[in-house]
């Protein structure tokens, strides 16, 4: 009666006998249960938009979400992550496998997630979360199970350190059949879903802010110019990602992330703007959801960089 025939919710109170509250809560519950979903087509990206000239210069699928000037990090990631939230719904089809590395972000995009049940999904974990001081279980199971519930899709996760200690560990474990088996499904994935992981910002990236690398490391990390990461495999500026620490991560390296034919990549705060260049410029991203500020920001120092160059 509200959304396919225009009643108010005033007449169908009057009609069910409830008052209008009652409407209201149920109109809500719908929505919260998945049985009326509200979809905005992606506005395709003109040339001269924020989106048009990001799809134009790194040949993606890209989304701006407008954020307000006076948002804290917290309620900007949550507006992106809404309409990123839409848009993996768009990229979810019957019989995908899906890829998700745990983070701030994506844990924010499938707490967004509506129930809707499509057949034979599969949700994999992308990178290990294990470390030092703990498994890493709680805070990736709420990411991955999130994701499994809302697509009723079954759930694998990958129980290894986000960073082993030796590489020769991690090259012996990836012999294993156990591990091999996650291995696989990941590189047969249809879709891939990540955010840029940032050193600095009001909302530090976790594998950072939870003592995943020593701040020594981080230190020296930076050193070597790294700027961030995207699935704890550590990325340069320039997208290059040949270095030392690379070699224990459980994060799939850039060729088999590009293998993955849709990749979408979450982004919220400016702090972020240089992981996502190098993101962009490592070509891990082919479906992005940004907010407005950063966006303008890439673009912003990408021409500035493209100007140098010519100078």
Not at 84 to 99: C, F, N, Y
Not at 134 to 155: K, L, P, W
Not at 194 to 215: C, K, Q, R
Request: glycine fraction near 8%; aromatic fraction near 6%; charge should be neutral.
């Amino acid at each position: 009666m509200y959304y396919l025939q225009g009643e108010t919710m005033e007449t169908i109170a009057r009609h069910l006998g409830v008052s209008r509250s009652s409407v209201s809560r149920l109109l809500a519950y719908a929505r919260e249960t998945g049985m009326v979903r509200i979809s905005v087509a992606p506005a395709p990206g003109e040339r001269g938009t924020l989106a048009g000239e990001l799809n134009r210069i790194f040949g993606i699928n890209s989304t701006v979400v407008r954020v307000r000037d006076f948002d804290t990090g917290v309620n900007r990631l949550a507006s992106v992550a809404k309409v990123a939230a839409e848009r993996l719904l768009d990229l979810v089809l019957p019989g995908t496998t899906m890829a998700v590395a745990w983070g701030n972000t994506t844990a924010e995009v499938t707490r967004h997630l509506p129930p809707v049940e499509i057949p034979e999904v599969t949700v994999v974990q992308l990178n290990g979360a294990g470390s030092s001081t703990g498994t890493g279980v709680r805070y990736i199971d709420t990411t991955i199970s999130q994701a499994a519930e809302a697509f009723g899709a079954t759930m694998i996760h990958f129980p290894v350190p986000a960073f082993f200690d030796y590489a020769a560990t991690k090259a012996q474990l990836w012999r294993e059949r156990s591990v091999r088996y996650v291995l696989d499904t990941i590189e047969d994935a249809d879709l891939a879903v990540f955010g840029v992981g940032a050193f600095d910002g009001d909302m530090p990236s976790h594998v950072y802010s939870a003592g995943y690398i020593e701040p020594n490391e981080i230190a020296q990390l930076r050193a070597e110019g790294v700027v961030g990461d995207v699935c704890t495999v550590l990325l340069r500026e320039d997208g290059s990602a040949d270095l030392d620490i690379n070699d224990r991560a459980s994060g799939p390296d850039l060729t088999t992330l590009r293998k993955i034919p849709r990749r979408l990549c979450i982004v919220a705060g400016e702090a972020k703007t240089i992981p996502l260049i190098a993101a962009l410029r490592a070509r891990l991203i082919t479906d992005l959801v940004v907010d407005d500020r950063t966006a303008r920001k890439v673009l912003e120092k990408v021409r500035f960089s493209g100007a140098k160059v010519r100078s």
